[in-house]
């Protein structure tokens, strides 16, 4: 059973910066991608960034140059890290994961709430 736990959320003045944290387990040796999400509300849930088993990495356009997606393997972990953070990005923001045993599985977080306000 995978398990997935956000945290680092909170609230942050415009140009500020913030870290999320998603811990995986048991492993995320076993996930062939995992990635952030968000979704504000009111909309739909969009994709952040993701990064896959080897190291490969994607950004949405309206993070890229801003946001940087890495993971930790002995620890578990991916991260988000967030800088110059505009009102925009104010959502809630879910680590996703996908495994492949055959069939693709995917996975969600619970959510963690960013807020950017002045």
Do not use: H
Not at 41 to 46: A, I, S, T
Not at 99 to 113: K, R
């Amino acid at each position: 059973q995978v398990q997935l736990v956000e945290s680092g959320g909170g609230s942050v003045q415009p140009g500020g910066s913030l870290r999320l944290s998603c811990i995986a387990s048991p492993s995320i040796d076993s996930m062939f991608s995992m990635g952030w999400y968000r979704q504000a509300p009111g909309k739909l849930r969009e994709l952040v960034a993701r990064v896959t088993s080897d190291g490969t990495t994607m950004y949405s356009d309206f993070v890229k140059g801003r946001f940087t997606i890495s993971r930790d393997g002995a620890k578990n972990t991916v991260y988000l890290q967030m800088n110059s953070l505009k009102p925009d990005d104010t959502a809630v923001y879910y680590c996703n994961a996908q495994t492949y045993t055959g069939s693709i599985m995917t996975y969600w977080g619970q959510g963690t709430l960013v807020t950017v306000s002045s």
